[in-house]
Structure formats: C-alpha cells, structure tokens
C-alpha cells in the first residue's frame, strides 16, 4: 500500500452531492438532448477544462445508454468551451449485452446566435462491477513521495497566467520531482505526477477518472515550454472502479514534434490498482 494520508477534507462530500456532481449534471429536455449551465469554477484562464467537459458528456451518455460506467472515451475538441449555456446531443449507436456505444456533442452559441460544436465523443459503456477478478500486469505504481510532501498550486505560482480557478475545487499535490519548472528549472523529462482528489473529499468514481486524466499541469512546463496546452484529442479507459482515498496521477510525454505532443496518463488507486488511462494529442506554443 503506498504511503499517503487520508483526503485532507474534514469531512468527505457523497458521491453524487458534491461540486463535481451539481456542475456536471445535465438536465434531459427530451430524448437524448440535455442542457448544462457550464461552471465557471473549472477554467483554465477563460477556457473550460477537458476533463470536466468529458465529465459531462459521460454523464448525458450514462443517462442515454443501457449501461452505467464509461469503459473507452474517445474526445475531439473542436473550439474552446466557455462558461455558460450548453446543450448536449446523444445519440445511441449499438446496444449489446455486456457493452453498448454511443456518441454525444456539446454545442454553444455564438455572438451571433450561431450554434457551435465544441466537443464531439464517441464512447462505449459497460458495468465495471461485472468485469472479472483476473489481473495480468507489468504495470506498477508510480513511485511518488507520501502525499503531505508533495506540493499544491497553493505553495508556488499559477503556471498559467490568468484565473485557474480549476485549482480550488481539486486536491492537487505534486510530486516534487516534477517541479523544476515551478523554480525555473524543468527537468526537460516531460513528466508530471501528483496525488489527486477533489477539495470537498468526494472519492473517486468512473466518471471523476475522466476528469482526473486531465487535471495537472502539462508535461509541457517540465519540457520548458509555457502557456495554454490545449488538448486536440483525448481518449480514456477506465479499468476499475476506484476505491475511496487519493488517487496517483502519473503523465509521461515521449515526443514533441511539430508543435504538438502526447500525454500518457495513468490513475491508479489507493489500493494499488491502475482503474483508469489515458492518452490525448495536444498543441503547444514553440519559442
């Protein structure tokens, strides 16, 4: 078992009535459509983050399609979202035993009164409590500090400049191996590692995993790079229902190339399991 603390709340908001859960619930006006007021509390400078945007869609596809957990996740973000009105469209593809797929879409309107396709997610859905016991890994745990050494946003500056207002509804502690860019000196490595909850003590469930994949700062700031890394694609596999306590998030970035990099994800859980990953193609400012 790793060396963590408990969450640090002092007391553990339910699943289901916590922040999390009021912001991305989605209310059905008819079959597969569904309206969202997008908080403002899960920006990035002014844009919305891609975790919680797919934390939203998972759940309008959770209430569309026969089965409960997202198992694959496969996002296109085509404009920055912004907070506000939203309307989401879900359409169920196949329907199976054990699986079924569907696809949903996130539009906004613009100044004009246009409609605008933000985010457009193809998934498919199971039932994590079916699956079975059987493991077969190579995969380890990252070795990371005990939680109470690792550092929040709350002790060095924002790395973006602007509102991170993301930040106050996460429990965020970095692994100080992967801070040199908070001090001016990145590691070049292109990693990142934190422990990771969400600030009212809500444990983990499927659909948080989707927002915990892309929650840290990018790979990038270890990489000496700065600014906004907005993510082209992300696709996510949730592998097992977390069990209650702090996650461990661990993302890795192999290659930059032509303004844009990869980020490989893995969460795994307080009793060792690796419950969800992830890989997304993201751009970068060069120079």
Known sequence: MPEAASAPSPSR???????????????RREPGVYDIDLS???????????????????????DTLPHPDPFSVTAHYLT????GPAVVRTETVRTGRTLSTGQASLFQYDDEGNEVERIRV?????DLATLPDDVRTTATPPAMPPLEQCFGPEDGPAPVEGSSA??????????????GWALGAPSGKGEMRAWFGLADGRDADPLSLLLAVDALPPTAFELGLK????TVELTVHVRHRPAP???????????LAGGFLEEDAEVWDSADRLVAQSRQLARVRLG
């Open 227 to 230: 600014g906004w890394v907005p």
């Open 166 to 179: 993301i930040t106050d509804r996460l429990m965020l502690k970095l692994d100080p191996a992967t801070l």
């Open 245 to 255: 306590g702090p996650l461990r998030v661990s993302i890795t970035t192999r290659n």
């Open 80 to 83: 920055a979202s912004q907070p």
């Open 122 to 126: 193809l998934a498919s859905y199971g």
């Open 40 to 62: 403002a509390g899960w920006t990035i400078i002014s844009a919305v983050n891609g975790g919680y945007l797919l934390a939203v869609l998972g759940r309008a596809l959770a």
């Open 13 to 27: 908001a339910p699943i289901g009535d916590s922040e999390f859960d009021r912001d991305t619930a989605v209310t």
